[in-house]
């Protein structure tokens, strides 16, 4: 019986990290959509309907979110970080590190949230853009 516990507690714990990125490998992650990273890394502290939560940490809501008149804004926030939330743009100076977004998959991501959850922004946003913004530094993102 303590076995049979054990094993359906490992699974669950399995099951909820299943959209976690550590379960998602770097070539996955090379083909998702916008909808499909927010729904992978994103929506684990922002939730499925971007209502944010507050337990561990605070996270914002995303749900019509005025500063998202801001391509930068977003994209920014994605690439370095902001108010505890990591980094998921790529190093300059580091092209194999943690799973990280390229500039393609940040802009896509962007589009994404700032055109969903009552967000009605519709300029898109290009990697080319993106790549424009500053980027992390390796050195500032801690060991890989």
């Given at each position: 019986m303590r076995t049979l516990i054990t094993v359906l507690?490992?699974?669950?714990?399995?099951?909820?990290?299943?959209?976690?990125?550590?379960?998602?490998?770097?070539?996955?992650?090379?083909?998702?959509?916008?909808?499909?990273?927010?729904?992978?890394?994103?929506q684990g502290c922002h939730m499925p309907g971007a209502q944010g939560a507050v337990g561990a940490g605070a996270?914002?809501?995303?749900?019509?979110?005025?500063?998202?008149?801001?391509?930068?804004?977003?994209?920014?926030?994605?690439?370095?970080?902001r108010s505890g939330m990591p980094p998921f743009g790529q190093p300059v100076d580091q092209a194999q590190s943690r799973t990280h977004l390229t500039d393609a998959q940040i802009a896509d991501v962007v589009n994404y949230v700032r055109s969903h959850f009552e967000n009605k922004y519709k300029t898109n946003v290009t990697a080319q853009q993106v790549a424009a913004l500053p980027h992390p530094a390796a050195e500032l993102m801690g060991p890989q």
């Open positions: 507690l490992m699974a669950a714990a399995a099951s909820a990290l299943a959209d976690s990125p550590m379960f998602t490998s770097r070539a996955a992650i090379g083909s998702l959509s916008g909808e499909q990273i927010y729904e992978h890394i994103c996270y914002p809501k995303l749900v019509a979110n005025k500063k998202f008149v801001s391509w930068e804004f977003v994209a920014l926030t994605v690439l370095n970080g």
